[in-house]
């Protein structure tokens, strides 16, 4: 796939037009009117692009819809993708388009003529984000997947300049949070998960990794039990971004992440195990989303903070009916080994809340797969305790078209998680499976923490090819949160 260092913004030249080698897509508005490009590629193809637009197909298409011409005649491109986009087309809608004529990019260089359209950043931005794929363990493969080059020429690139930027460094961060989520187990372990999070500090984020006897010692007891089944040791990292005041408390995100889980000892049916290397996935949005802050130079103070464990039935593993005693100090009655996930979360969670104090916490996790009997793989489920920050994590997700519903909480819950030997159990059974989950964790949210829980089992992965990835992973929540720190972080 191209890298976003193979991405670039100019100004508008047509002088050699004809001579652009690979893909050209141009922007043609939904009237058919054709603009400065329009007119002279037009001329160029000796009118093909008039016929074009004045076809049944072009008045059939939708605003974002692209098509193709093939070797047009008076150029050297291998095609000319028309895209049809009014000039203030809306930033959903543009990046939409951009996606779906990335999706006709080929293996060639690609040359984009936005002209004058305001919403250039969108466009680029959803071409850059559907030319992602993962293709790091095949072997016979271009290295290059794709385009080499994508050149953007607006007719006011310096007005679009730190947009631009700003867009490519999101695009980062959420092709980060792809590749970690695409990664097979037995590369990414926790090991090699924690070193990949200590190169962030090339970006200035200070990154601490806290081993088995750190966690020890600090009683994360809750989330040892989940890993001490495995060969590869848990760990908890921290990643700070400092880029508020000195003194500012910071907003903190912890992600579950189970470098792959078995079940444990309630063994999963072996069908579709091979999806739970992905079971690191809000572990991964943290990380992105903390790459993207620090990309971009974001003007406040996060904490991301992951548990990093691999849940395996052995001779050590945790067991059904074991008592294990969280870093808070309440009890949990394990019964069932394969709900770890919010064993691990609720230690991170105190850890947080006990070291920095933050002006609120956001969780997330691959966690239930009732979510998805739910909301299927439209919506990440969304708990919070807080009606403030819960809009406005719902406004930042409607702005960026990562869907996401809020769910219920309430004490009448609390009753299914009650535990004959210790403060709770760590399931409550089947019934309202993803709120029983919310009301465990909200246990280990401190009265005066803003909180929110989002459940992304349905959403971290999808069934096939999305909007704006050819890959099943999707990078979901990495564009949201960035927005949402943005305007409660970053607007005063």
Known sequence: MPKT???????????????????????????????????????????????????AQFEKMKQGECTSLAFPA???????????????????????????????RGSSNVTILAGLLKSTTDLAMGYALRCYDFLDHKTNRDDDNGATQITVMS??????????????????????????VNEPANILHTSEFANRLLTLQNLGIDVEVLDEEALGK????????????????????????????????????????VCFDTG????????????????????????????????????????????LVENMPSSTAQRPGDVVKSMKGDTIEVINTDAEGRLVLCDVMWYAQDRFNPTGMIDLATLTGAIIIGLGHENAGVF???????????????????????MPLGDGYDALLKSRIADMKNIGGRPAGSI?????????????????????????????????????????????????????????
């Not at 760990?235 to 579950?256: I, N, Q, T």
């Not at 959403?459 to 096939?464: F, N, R």
């Open 218 to 257: 600090l009683g994360m007891g809750a989330l040892l039990g989940v890993g001490q089944g495995s060969a590869c040791p848990s760990k908890v990292v921290v990643m700070h971004w400092k880029g508020g005041a000195k003194d500012e408390r910071p907003f903190a995100l912890v992600g579950k992440g």
């Open 436 to 492: 029983t989950a919310a009301q465990f964790l909200q246990r280990f949210v401190k009265p005066q923490t803003p909180w929110i829980h989002l459940d992304i089992a349905g959403v971290c992965q999808t069934p096939g090819a999305s909007t704006y990835s050819a890959s099943r992973a999707s990078g979901w929540g990495v564009r949201t949160l960035n927005r949402l720190i943005s305007e409660i972080a970053e607007s005063n």
């Open 384 to 406: 919070s305790n807080d009606d403030t920050l819960c809009n406005a994590l719902l406004s930042a997700a409607r702005a960026e078209d990562e869907g996401a519903w809020r």
């Open 74 to 104: 008076g150029m050297s491109a291998v095609a000319i993708d028309v895209v049809k986009l009014d000039r203030r087309a809306t930033v959903d809608v543009a990046r939409k388009a951009g996606a779906k004529a990335a999706q006709s």
């Open 5 to 55: 260092s193979d991405l670039h913004l100019v100004e508008l030249d047509l002088t050699d037009i004809a001579t652009f080698d690979g893909r050209v897509v141009m922007i043609v508005a939904g009237d058919g009117t054709l603009d400065q490009i329009g007119r002279k590629l037009n001329k160029l193809t000796k009118g093909a692009i008039a016929r074009l637009v004045a076809s």
């Open 264 to 307: 444990g000892i309630s063994l999963k049916p072996a069908g579709g195990m091979e999806d739970m290397t992905s079971d690191m996935g809000g572990a991964a949005v943290v990380a992105g989303t903390m790459m993207a802050l620090a990309k971009r130079g974001a003007k406040a103070n996060v904490v991301g903070l992951v548990g």
């Open 155 to 180: 007719s006011k690139a310096d007005d679009h300049r730190d947009a631009f930027d700003t867009a490519l460094c999101l695009v980062d961060g959420v092709n980060f949070t792809r590749d970690l």
